[in-house]
């Protein structure tokens, strides 16, 4: 009988409410009949098994038929995997690298197997591991060039470090160095470095190069990409004699600060490409026309492997008038060890001067001790 049927008999007549309210003990009775049945019926088959885990062991009663997941929870034991650490921080890279394994007797056995009574189900938690190393040996760059070079700057050594890493994390556990990098620096030895501008000259550079030659000094030659298409064979001798390439734009463009990067990247991008087209070196270095330098400039350059290039002396040889006296006095009033000097092979005017205040210059020079070189050399053997 349903307990809302006994419910609506009862409110209906006090005789049948005596008969239901004993019905509800007859009820009561019953479930407590069931009930102890089900406890009998449950406790009968129960089979002890034993389970042997880390810190664990222990006898525990599971229904006959149930796998060794209800003996693992009836002994609160569960299975922990070994982990992958990392070599330095001890961070997991793995959290499951050696999985725990179960048995049941000797036999392996996984979460389903039955078990039945007196088996021994054993819990092989897995183990941590740490990462392997290894040890290899990485350049350490030295400093970078500064940004403009007005002296002749020596050119920095890579130093080396041998360090240990987590094969697998890259974590670096201890380093040692072996070499220190030498930074970059200024030259203290008495040389400078001449500079040749606005070529190459169908007239002029070759007489620049006589010169060069008949003293024995090497020089760079920052050239303007439209004269390199005009004239590419003679940007050929420049190379041929030794001497160094330096981009000057494509059309010795001074408007280049402030101006949009699609600008420099023609100018600066488009002069570096000419020496390309014509099979002469990438230039080293980047003269900005005037002189006019802005941070893009500078990047738009860097950005092409080029170092830009300043001068500490200014000859002055593109005044009009200039005399090769005069052009070599402005040179000797501000050199200086390291000295950058700026003279022009191009630019469509007579560089007879020029060509003169070379000469006296470079035996002036040379009788005080200077060598010639390029902007950026070689750091010497001893520092
Ligand atoms: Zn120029």
Same mark, same amino acid.
Do not use: Y
């Given at each position: 009988m349903a307990p809302s049927e006994a419910m609506s008999r009862r409110s209906a007549h006090p005789v049948l409410r005596l008969v239901s309210t004993c019905s509800v003990f007859g009820l009561l009775a019953a479930a407590a009949f069931v009930g102890t049945y089900r406890y009998v019926e449950r406790e009968d088959p129960l089979v002890a098994v034993r389970v042997v885990g880390t810190g664990v062991d222990r006898w525990v009663h599971i229904d006959s038929g149930e796998p060794v997941a209800a003996a693992l929870l009836e002994a609160h034991v569960t299975q922990v995997d070994g982990q992958l650490l990392s070599a330095q921080s001890g961070r997991v890279l793995d959290p499951h690298h050696d999985p725990a394994t179960l048995r049941v007797g000797d036999r392996p056995a996984r979460l389903a197997t039955v078990l039945t009574a007196r088996q021994v189900v054993r819990?092989?938690?897995?183990?941590?591991?740490?990462?392997?190393?290894?040890?290899? &040996?990485?350049?350490?760059?030295?400093?970078?060039?500064?940004? =403009? *070079?007005?002296? &002749?700057?020596?050119?920095?050594?890579?130093?080396?470090?041998?360090?240990?890493?987590?094969?697998?994390?890259?974590?670096?556990?201890?380093? $040692?160095?072996? *070499?220190?990098?030498?930074?970059?620096?200024?030259?203290?030895? $008495?040389?400078?470095?001449?500079?040749?501008?606005?070529?190459?000259?169908?007239?002029?550079?070759?007489? &620049? *190069?006589?010169? *060069?030659?008949?003293?024995?000094?090497?020089?760079?030659?920052?050239?303007?990409?439209?004269?390199?298409?005009?004239?590419?064979?003679?940007?050929?001798?420049?190379?041929?004699?030794?001497?160094?390439?330096?981009?000057?734009? =494509?059309?010795?463009?001074?408007?280049? $600060?402030?101006?949009?990067?699609?600008?420099?990247?023609?100018?600066?991008?488009?002069?570096?490409?000419?020496?390309?087209?014509?099979q002469l070196p990438n230039p080293a270095y980047f003269r900005p026309p005037g002189g006019l330098l802005s941070p893009e400039i500078k990047a738009t350059a860097r950005a092409l492997g080029e170092q830009t290039l300043y001068w500490k002396v200014d000859t002055e040889d593109w005044r009009k008038g200039a005399d090769a006296l005069t052009i070599s006095r402005h040179l000797l009033d501000q050199v200086d060890p390291g000295a950058i000097i700026l003279m022009h092979d191009g630019g469509g005017k007579d560089r007879a001067a020029t060509v003169e205040a070379l000469g006296l210059a470079i035996d002036y020079l040379r009788a005080r001790g200077y060598a010639f070189t390029f902007p950026i050399t070689k750091r010497p053997a001893k520092a």
């Open positions: 819990v092989v938690d897995g183990a941590d591991t740490t990462e392997g190393t290894r040890t290899e &040996v990485i350049e350490v760059a030295p400093a970078p060039m500064p940004d =403009v *070079l007005r002296h &002749v700057q020596e050119r920095g050594v890579p130093g080396k470090t041998q360090r240990v890493v987590g094969v697998e994390s890259g974590e670096v556990v201890s380093s $040692k160095v072996l *070499l220190s990098p030498i930074d970059p620096r200024q030259t203290t030895r $008495k040389v400078v470095a001449f500079t040749f501008d606005d070529g190459p000259s169908a007239t002029w550079t070759a007489v &620049v *190069l006589a010169k *060069l030659k008949e003293k024995g000094v090497k020089a760079t030659f920052c050239e303007v990409g439209q004269e390199v298409d005009a004239h590419p064979e003679v940007s050929a001798q420049v190379v041929a004699g030794g001497h160094q390439l330096c981009n000057h734009t =494509v059309n010795h463009d001074e408007g280049m $600060k402030g101006a949009p990067q699609s600008q420099l990247d023609a100018q600066i991008g488009g002069g570096a490409k000419v020496f390309v087209d014509h």
